[in-house]
């Protein structure tokens, strides 16, 4: 006798391939995540539920099974995904699926703000495009001085070499000097505004490794770009880097 599963199953090879399909851009692995949580969360897979095998999503997705197997555990350390071995092993729904807790109608302890609704979370991500993406074209244009030019490398060197527990905060110290480089006072208050407003929403998700391999390496092509005095290249570099973070936030919280 076969088991009845209380989630409702999708059908097979149908809905869990909508969200399966090629990534595109280069945040691979923030999409990637994005994708798989969003299956994961509609029910396209339901819990308890294997995923397809690896070599076969890798293919969907046109990832490569680096980057896939970094998601998956991403996920997997987030309490989305169970990885098992042997026999009968691959890659398992969790039976029970974390519940975002921007949205929940109970706070946890330290959760801010959890009523931040998916309108407010698009306000942030849209304001902070327009101004740091802005921030970043101006600051390329700009001639920098030597200490200035020192300070902005140093920044940059600083959130390499951060740990997890303060890579946030010299994060966000690296994005305001870029601000305060464009040459407009009354900017960098705006950009600390967002800042706060945007870390509120990063401290409700978990912190990926790999999105911050990802991240630096992006840092330093806005650095360079900024130096190198290229402002369209600077502007690309940040919105780039922008969307790979509001990939994840719109995964997790939406």
């Given at each position: 006798?076969?088991?009845?599963?209380?989630?409702?199953?999708?059908?097979?090879?149908?809905?869990?391939?909508?969200?399966?399909?090629?990534?595109?851009?280069?945040?691979?692995?923030?999409?990637?995540?994005?994708?798989?949580?969003?299956?994961?969360?509609?029910?396209?897979?339901?819990?308890?539920?294997?995923?397809?095998?690896?070599?076969?999503?890798?293919?969907?997705?046109?990832?490569?099974?680096?980057?896939?197997?970094?998601?998956?555990?991403?996920?997997?350390?987030?309490?989305?995904?169970?990885?098992?071995?042997?026999?009968?092993?691959?890659?398992?729904?969790?039976?029970?699926?974390?519940?975002?807790?921007?949205?929940?109608?109970?706070?946890?302890?330290?959760?801010?703000?959890?009523?931040?609704?998916?309108?407010?979370?698009?306000?942030?991500?849209?304001?902070?495009?327009?101004?740091?993406?802005?921030?970043?074209?101006?600051?390329?244009?700009?001639?920098?001085?030597?200490?200035?030019?020192?300070?902005?490398?140093?920044?940059?060197?600083?959130?390499?070499?951060?740990?997890?527990?303060?890579?946030?905060?010299?994060?966000?110290?690296?994005?305001?000097?870029?601000?305060?480089?464009?040459?407009?006072?009354?900017?960098?208050?705006?950009?600390?505004?967002?800042?706060?407003?945007?870390?509120?929403?990063?401290?409700?998700?978990?912190l990926l490794s790999p999105n911050i391999a990802h991240s630096n390496?992006?840092?330093?092509?806005?650095?360079?770009?900024?130096?190198?005095?290229?402002p369209d290249t600077a502007a690309e570099a940040m919105r780039e880097?922008?969307?790979?973070t509001a990939l994840l936030l719109r995964g997790f919280l939406d």
């Amino acid at each position: 006798m076969s088991r009845q599963s209380s989630a409702p199953t999708p059908t097979a090879g149908l809905n869990s391939d909508l969200l399966l399909g090629p990534v595109s851009g280069t945040n691979t692995f923030e999409e990637t995540v994005q994708r798989l949580l969003q299956t994961v969360r509609l029910g396209l897979i339901a819990p308890g539920a294997r995923l397809p095998p690896e070599r076969e999503l890798a293919a969907k997705l046109r990832v490569s099974r680096d980057t896939l197997r970094e998601a998956i555990g991403s996920l997997a350390e987030a309490g989305y995904l169970i990885p098992k071995r042997g026999r009968y092993g691959g890659t398992f729904v969790s039976e029970v699926i974390p519940t975002p807790r921007v949205n929940a109608t109970e706070p946890l302890a330290g959760d801010p703000h959890p009523s931040i609704t998916a309108a407010e979370i698009d306000d942030v991500l849209t304001l902070r495009d327009i101004l740091e993406v802005g921030a970043a074209r101006a600051a390329a244009g700009r001639l920098l001085t030597p200490p200035e030019r020192e300070l902005l490398w140093s920044s940059l060197g600083a959130a390499v070499n951060a740990g997890a527990d303060e890579y946030r905060r010299v994060d966000a110290r690296l994005h305001l000097y870029i601000g305060e480089l464009a040459g407009s006072p009354s900017l960098v208050p705006l950009l600390a505004d967002v800042r706060m407003r945007v870390n509120e929403l990063l401290d409700a998700i978990p912190l990926l490794s790999p999105n911050i391999a990802h991240s630096n390496q992006q840092h330093e092509q806005i650095v360079i770009a900024i130096l190198t005095g290229r402002p369209d290249t600077a502007a690309e570099a940040m919105r780039e880097h922008l969307s790979g973070t509001a990939l994840l936030l719109r995964g997790f919280l939406d």
